[in-house]
C-alpha cells in the first residue's frame, strides 16, 4: 500500500515515472561514487596507518634522547636553552579535492633556510645529548605534517562516505520502493476507472438500444 | 598563513619549541576544563594543525571528535614521555568504522 496518498491521476503517473527515472539515476551514480570513495579510502587509511607507526616510533626515540638530556643537564639550564628559539615553521594550507571531499594540503616553511640551524642554544653550557634529541625531532617533522595531512583527509572521506552510503541506503529502500509503489498504485486506478467506464458505457448502450426498438416487448411477442 | 602547535604536559613537549613549533604546556588532571578552553582557543587563532599528548587527547577526546570532520583544524595524537597509549591508533580505527561500519585493518 502506498504510503502516503497520491492523486490517482495521468498527469501524477507521468510525475512519478519521471521522478523515478531521476532518482535511479541518482542511485546508481551515488553508488558509483560510494564505491570509488571506499576503494581510495582504504589506500588513504593505510598508509596513515603506517605513517602514524614511523611517526611514533620517531617520537619515542626522541623522547628518549630527551631524557637522556635533561638527565645530565640542570634543570634550569635545559629551560632557558628553549627559551627563545630561532626557528619558526609557518603553514600554507591548500586545498585538494578527491571525490568532491575537500581535503587539506600542507606545505611548511621555515623561518631559518639551512635546516640544521634549529640549536637555539649556546654549546658551552649544554650537553651534546640535546643537540641530538633536537635533531631527530627536527627529522620528524615532515613526516609529522604528512600524518597530519593524511589523517584529516581519513577522518574526512569516512565522514563523507558515512553520508553517501547514508544516501544511497535511502534511495535504494526508502524512496525507489514508494514510488515504484505509488506507481503501480495510480496504474491500477487508472485501469479500474476506464473498465467502470467502459461498462457504463455498455449499459447506456443497452438502455438506449431498448428505448429504440423495444426488444424486450418484441421477445415476449414472439415468445 | 598558519602555525602549527603542540599541547601537552611540559616535559613532553618543549622539545618542539627549539624545531619552530608554539608549545602549550598543559598539567595532566582529570579537570580538563582548562584544557579545554585552551584547545578552543588555539582553534579560534591561526593553527592548522594541533598536535595533542595522547595522555592529554584521552582526556578530552569528546571534545577532539568534534572538528573530525571540519577541514581545519586538524587535531593528530602524538605519543609523549610517558610513552604510546594507543591513542592514536585508535583514532584510525574509529575512521575505518565509521566508514566501512565495521573494523576490518586491524584485526590481527
Given at each position: 500500500?502506498?504510503?502516503?496518498?497520491?492523486n490517482?491521476?495521468?498527469?501524477?503517473?507521468?510525475n512519478?515515472k519521471?521522478?523515478?527515472?531521476v532518482?535511479?539515476?541518482g542511485?546508481?551514480?551515488?553508488?558509483?561514487?560510494?564505491?570509488?570513495?571506499?576503494?581510495?579510502?582504504?589506500?588513504?587509511?593505510?598508509?596513515?596507518?603506517?605513517?602514524?607507526?614511523?611517526?611514533e616510533?620517531?617520537i619515542?626515540?626522541?623522547?628518549?634522547?630527551?631524557?637522556?638530556?635533561?638527565?645530565?643537564?640542570?634543570?634550569?639550564?635545559?629551560?632557558?636553552?628553549?627559551?627563545?628559539?630561532?626557528?619558526?615553521v609557518?603553514?600554507?594550507?591548500?586545498?585538494?579535492?578527491?571525490?568532491?571531499?575537500?581535503?587539506?594540503?600542507?606545505?611548511?616553511?621555515?623561518?631559518?633556510?639551512d635546516?640544521?640551524?634549529?640549536?637555539?642554544y649556546?654549546?658551552?653550557?649544554?650537553?651534546?645529548d640535546l643537540d641530538?634529541?633536537v635533531?631527530?625531532?627536527?627529522?620528524?617533522?615532515?613526516?609529522?605534517?604528512e600524518?597530519?595531512?593524511?589523517?584529516?583527509?581519513?577522518?574526512?572521506?569516512?565522514?563523507?562516505?558515512?553520508?553517501?552510503?547514508?544516501r544511497?541506503?535511502a534511495?535504494?529502500h526508502v524512496v525507489?520502493?514508494?514510488?515504484?509503489?505509488?506507481?503501480?498504485?495510480?496504474?491500477?486506478?487508472?485501469?479500474?476507472?476506464?473498465?467502470?467506464?467502459?461498462?457504463?458505457l455498455?449499459?447506456?448502450?443497452?438502455?438506449?438500444?431498448?428505448?429504440?426498438?423495444?426488444?424486450?416487448?418484441?421477445?415476449?411477442?414472439?415468445g | 598563513?598558519y602555525?602549527?602547535?603542540?599541547?601537552?604536559?611540559?616535559?613532553s613537549?618543549?622539545?618542539?619549541?627549539?624545531?619552530?613549533?608554539?608549545?602549550?604546556?598543559?598539567?595532566?588532571?582529570?579537570?580538563?576544563?582548562?584544557?579545554?578552553?585552551?584547545?578552543?582557543e588555539?582553534?579560534?587563532?591561526?593553527y592548522?594543525?594541533?598536535?595533542?599528548?595522547?595522555?592529554?587527547a584521552?582526556?578530552?577526546?569528546?571534545?577532539?571528535?568534534?572538528y573530525?570532520d571540519?577541514?581545519?583544524?586538524?587535531?593528530?595524537?602524538?605519543?609523549?614521555?610517558?610513552?604510546?597509549?594507543?591513542?592514536?591508533?585508535?583514532m584510525v580505527?574509529?575512521s575505518?568504522?565509521?566508514?566501512?561500519?565495521s573494523?576490518?585493518?586491524?584485526?590481527?
Open positions: 500500500m502506498a504510503a502516503k496518498h497520491v490517482p491521476t495521468r498527469m501524477e503517473l507521468t512519478l519521471r521522478k523515478l527515472v532518482a535511479l539515476r542511485h546508481r551514480l551515488l553508488k558509483d561514487k560510494r564505491d570509488e570513495l571506499m576503494r581510495q579510502f582504504l589506500e588513504l587509511v593505510q598508509e596513515n596507518r603506517k605513517l602514524r607507526q614511523q611517526v616510533e620517531g619515542n626515540a626522541a623522547n628518549k634522547n630527551f631524557a637522556l638530556a635533561s638527565a645530565v643537564m640542570q634543570n634550569e639550564t635545559l629551560k632557558t636553552a628553549f627559551l627563545t628559539p630561532k626557528q619558526e609557518t603553514l600554507e594550507v591548500g586545498k585538494k579535492n578527491i571525490m568532491s571531499v575537500e581535503i587539506p594540503v600542507f606545505t611548511y616553511q621555515t623561518r631559518t633556510s635546516p640544521n640551524d634549529i640549536y637555539s649556546g654549546y658551552a653550557i649544554t650537553s651534546g641530538s634529541a635533531k631527530s625531532l627536527a627529522d620528524i617533522l615532515p613526516l609529522m605534517l600524518l597530519a595531512e593524511k589523517e584529516k583527509a581519513c577522518q574526512m572521506m569516512a565522514a563523507e562516505i558515512e553520508k553517501t552510503r547514508r544511497v541506503n534511495l535504494e525507489i520502493p514508494e514510488m515504484q509503489e505509488n506507481i503501480k498504485y495510480i496504474t491500477m486506478k487508472l485501469d479500474e476507472n476506464e473498465r467502470s467506464t467502459q461498462v457504463r455498455m449499459k447506456v448502450k443497452d438502455m438506449l438500444l431498448e428505448q429504440e426498438y423495444q426488444y424486450s416487448k418484441r421477445y415476449m411477442a414472439d | 598563513m602555525k602549527i602547535t603542540v599541547m601537552g604536559d611540559r616535559d613537549i618543549y622539545g618542539f619549541a627549539a624545531i619552530g613549533l608554539d608549545t602549550y604546556p598543559i598539567a595532566i588532571t582529570d579537570d580538563t576544563s582548562a584544557a579545554v578552553r585552551k584547545l578552543r588555539l582553534i579560534e587563532s591561526e592548522a594543525v594541533i598536535y595533542i599528548t595522547e595522555a592529554l584521552e582526556k578530552m577526546e569528546e571534545e577532539i571528535d568534534r573530525r571540519v577541514r581545519l583544524p586538524a587535531i593528530i595524537p602524538i605519543p609523549g614521555v610517558s610513552g604510546n597509549t594507543g591513542m592514536g591508533m585508535k580505527k574509529k575505518v568504522e565509521k566508514a566501512v561500519g573494523d576490518i585493518l586491524f584485526r590481527d
